[in-house]
């Protein structure tokens, strides 16, 4: 994913040091060829990102969408039988791809 960025991002830079929701944080600003970023990133061992506002500068009307993150979990506790699937009883299949076996090639008439 890295890599995928470094190859995007034109400009990154640190706008300032803030507070946000009475935590200290990083705001970062980037630019691509499509979309301007900023981002807020709490400092400290465990950094994660607050705020995220993005801007489609090519897009009609240039529209943003902005997003404030929090209650960051960690450690969660998930019932591994919420990851189990169990079909209801009048279920079937939907058959996506069919298999077809493989003809053997004719030539073709005139050749």
Do not use: C
């Not at 995928?4 to 929701?21: A, F, N, P, S």
């Not at 994660?48 to 993005?54: M, S």
């Not at 079937?92 to 053997?104: C, G, N, T």
Request: aromatic share 8%; proline share 11%.
């Amino acid at each position: 994913m890295t890599q995928e960025l470094d190859k995007r991002i034109h400009e990154i830079d640190l706008v300032d040091i803030e507070t946000l929701d009475g935590k200290e944080v990083d705001h970062l600003v980037a630019r691509t060829d499509e979309i301007d970023f900023q981002v807020w990133v709490t400092t400290g061992d465990q950094p994660v990102p607050l705020r995220v506002v993005i801007s489609y500068k090519k897009a009609p009307g240039q529209p943003q969408f902005a997003a404030n993150l929090s209650d960051w979990n960690f450690a969660p506790k998930i019932d591994p039988a919420a990851f189990t699937f169990v079909p209801p009883a009048d279920a079937r299949p939907i058959p996506f791809m069919v298999r077809v076996a493989a003809q053997p090639k004719t030539p073709k008439a005139g050749r």
